[in-house]
């Protein structure tokens, strides 16, 4: 029953024939046999790094697909799918030949196989992309790329050293997680313990080394083990379950390893075993003969019958304490559910009789949508970076399961929050939600998920994204959304900024901005930066890459040189108007530029300003504009090319507050802390936070963080806690 594949390798086309009639009924193996033709004559030749005619390759990548029982296009798609890239033979001949579906199939492949995978980061987040949304088309093609890098990682040692750890590498990072989230067991579990042993083959021989050692031991467990329960089950079960038992594969128990930084020895449940029963009850059945035969550990049992894997996995799984007090894995299922255990998308295949295409069933489709979304939500998602990033998340196993209001069953992966839960309903809900309830109480943003969490998303017409989202979401979904959102909302201030900076920087030297546009110079400059409009060119300045006056400069050289007493990069007069509405730059902040709304502004940490502190901006490279104290030492070692002369707007010191943080030395006296509370509220201050230390020779230290509209508030403040009796000093914190 065990579906091991090594030897389903066909060593000539009859056997790869006997393999197709073996789930087929009456293929064309006649056809067949005319793609095997064309592909060994396009091949001759050319020979594998391992001495073997080429053409040994794509027989053994057909034999696999053959294996995995599809459709007689799919294998011969496998026979073929180097010719296009290694021999003279065009896509024409192969469509002219065999038809469009696998002229399209081998086009799919060809072009996955072109794209170079280079070392930096960034280079194979793109690579991948490219990839996922080469075989987003036709996912007969993932399956024939899947067989063709099982295939290679089987030879790979016939590879150069440092050829084969980036190889394996990258069939961990990327080709393992797809054949898991196809279902495809077997696939996975073989391709991640090749990979183990070419990316790290010390850890690799000294695990194999220490699982030998005990095989005696081990073999005569598992035989014990199978006959206990096959005994219980003699006694109680009608129908006979098969039962065997077998250790993990090797990079499962690595990684246990790893994760929990124990030695091998401390692994517990490096067995599994496994109970194949008829129907869906005897699952159930076997599992209570299980649990009444040894205590089950809590916790660890898991229905993946009522609750099925994302990628359709169903099974029960119980761990025990069985013979000797061992932990044993057990896992339940029946026949049905083992196939698609191992075969996954594969085992959903149908066919006509004669038929050289099969169809999928809509439950393999269903299970398909993931990578379809994956393609389309990053279709032209610019960072690469950000969705390998977000192409790895999705590819974990779901573990937390969740209900709608509905009832409705959503699966996610661990960490998931609101957002996440929001965003998978609909991307409007994700954009505009504000928090949610779970098991009918509210909790915020951040809130993880957990198992059977009943959760209702509360949504505003207000709320928008921010950043600060991605920390609490863990789903490429939400995540690619926020970050889209995010981008344009950035973009959209830096242009505002960047025009106005680069209007005054013209003003300032009596030109115009508008004319400028006309001169080569400008042109040149433009085009130099690599911007293909002035638009483009504004933002650049707004995000801070370009300082403004360096565009008067390239439009009139001479400029500069002409306006007495204005070097280039000198002060630019801005006027900074601000309504704080919130001590962030959000969409709210209101702020103004000279008449100009919602300029990008943030306030800096190390010495948050306060309407009436004396201030001044800095362009900053792509956060916008950053406001520090004049007297602030950062500031100080700031660029003044990019310093920005900023004020407050008039009604800023009355519409909002921000934080200042007050250092106040006491005598250590109880009741202090109530007193200098109604001082604070007396004058309606909100409190924020308090942190309190006493030190030995009895005094307190307490810091306070305090909401202040501005300076002469908080100086009326500072007075009244001075003039309490127990106070020794009252000082206004810088954070450095
Ligand atoms: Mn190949």
Not at 28 to 49: I, M, N, P, Y
Not at 351 to 357: F, I, L, P, S
Not at 638 to 653: L, N
Request: proline share 3%; aromatic share 8%.
């Amino acid at each position: 029953m065990d579906l091991k594949s090594k030897e389903f390798i066909p060593d000539t086309i009859e056997q790869l024939c006997l393999m197709v009639e073996g789930y087929q009924n009456k293929p064309d193996t006649a056809w067949l046999k005319t793609v095997f033709e064309f592909s060994k004559k396009a091949h001759e030749g050319q020979f594998r790094r391992s001495g073997q005619a080429y053409i040994s390759h794509p027989l053994g990548v057909a034999g696999l697909l053959a294996h995995l029982k599809l459709d007689l296009e799919t294998v011969a798609t496998g026979l073929l799918h180097d010719t296009v890239e290694d021999t003279p033979v065009t896509l024409e001949d192969v469509r002219t030949h065999f038809g469009l579906p696998v002229a399209q199939m081998v086009d799919g492949v060809t072009k996955i196989s072109k794209m170079k995978f280079r070392h930096t980061h960034e280079k194979q987040g793109e690579n991948i992309r490219k990839m996922i949304l080469a075989m987003g088309k036709d996912i007969r093609v993932v399956l024939v790329k899947l067989a063709d890098r099982l295939h290679n990682m089987r030879t790979l040692g016939h590879m150069p050293f440092e050829k084969q750890s980036r190889i394996a590498q990258e069939t961990l990072d990327i080709y393992a997680p797809l054949a898991s989230r196809l279902g495809i067991n077997w696939l996975k579990v073989e391709l991640e313990d090749l990979s183990f042993r070419f990316s790290n083959p010390e850890a690799y021989y000294d695990l194999v080394q220490k699982i030998q050692k005990k095989k005696k031991e081990r073999e005569s467990f598992i035989d014990d083990t199978v006959s206990v329960i096959g005994k219980i089950f003699k006694s109680q079960m009608k129908n006979q379950p098969e039962v065997y038992g077998r250790p993990k594969h090797l990079f499962s128990i690595y990684k246990k390893m790893e994760n929990s930084g124990i030695e091998y020895e401390q692994v517990y449940d490096v067995l599994a075993f496994r109970i194949i029963v008829g129907t869906v009850s005897e699952c159930y059945e076997a599992l209570g003969h299980i649990h009444s035969l040894w205590k089950p550990i809590p916790g660890r049992f898991k229905d993946y019958i009522a609750m099925p894997k994302a990628n359709n996995y169903q099974s029960l799984h119980t761990t025990v304490i069985g013979p000797g007090g061992q932990r044993i894995e057990i896992q339940i299922r029946n026949n049905e559910m083992h196939l698609v255990a191992e075969q996954g998308i594969a085992a959903h295949w149908t066919y006509k009789e004669g038929g050289r295409k099969g169809s999928i069933t809509a439950k393999a489709i269903e299970q398909f949508n993931w990578v379809r979304e994956i393609v389309s939500t990053h279709q032209d998602s610019e960072s690469a970076d950000a969705f390998l990033e977000d192409f790895k998340s999705d590819l974990f196993d779901s573990e937390i399961y969740v209900f709608t209001p509905k009832g409705e069953v959503k699966e996610f992966p661990e960490g998931a929050t609101p957002i996440d839960f929001a965003y998978s309903i609909h991307t409007e809900v994700g954009q505009r939600c504000t928090g949610a309830k779970v098991n009918g109480k509210g909790v915020p943003l951040k809130y993880q998920l957990k198992n059977g969490d009943f959760v209702e998303i509360l949504t505003s017409k207000t709320q928008v994204p921010s950043k600060d989202w991605l920390k609490n979401c863990v789903t490429s979904r939400a995540r690619t959304k926020i970050r889209s959102f995010v981008k344009e909302e950035e973009r959209k201030k830096a242009l505002t900024l960047g025009h106005s900076l680069v209007e005054k920087a013209f003003r300032k030297y009596g030109r115009s901005y508008n004319k400028a546009q006309k001169t080569e110079g400008l042109l040149a400059f433009m085009k130099e930066r690599g911007c293909n409009s002035f638009e483009d060119l504004q933002a650049q300045v707004g995000y801070g890459k370009i300082v403004a006056p360096s565009l008067v400069e390239a439009a009139y050289p001479d400029a500069v040189a002409e306006t007495p007493g204005a070097e280039s990069g000198d002060n630019i007069i801005t006027k900074v108007f601000k309504s704080l509405s919130k001590s962030t730059a959000s969409k709210n902040s209101m702020v103004v530029v000279d008449g100009i709304d919602d300029i990008w502004v943030h306030f800096a940490k190390c010495c948050s300003p306060i309407p009436g502190d004396s201030i001044n901006g800095y362009v900053t490279r792509g956060r916008g504009i950053v406001i520090h104290t004049a007297h602030c030492q950062k500031a100080l070692l700031m660029d003044s090319a990019r310093q920005v002369d900023v004020d407050w707007h008039s009604k800023a010191s009355v519409t909002s507050s921000r934080v200042v943080k007050l250092k106040i030395i006491t005598t250590d006296n109880q009741g202090m802390l109530v007193r200098l509370s109604e001082v604070l509220h007396s004058r309606g201050i909100n409190i924020l936070n308090v942190q309190i230390r006493a030190t030995k020779d009895r005094k307190a230290i307490c810091h306070f963080d305090l909401s202040i509209k501005n300076t002469s508030e908080l100086s009326r403040v500072m007075q009244d806690i001075q003039s309490l009796p127990d106070v020794i000093g009252v000082n206004r914190v810088h954070q450095s």
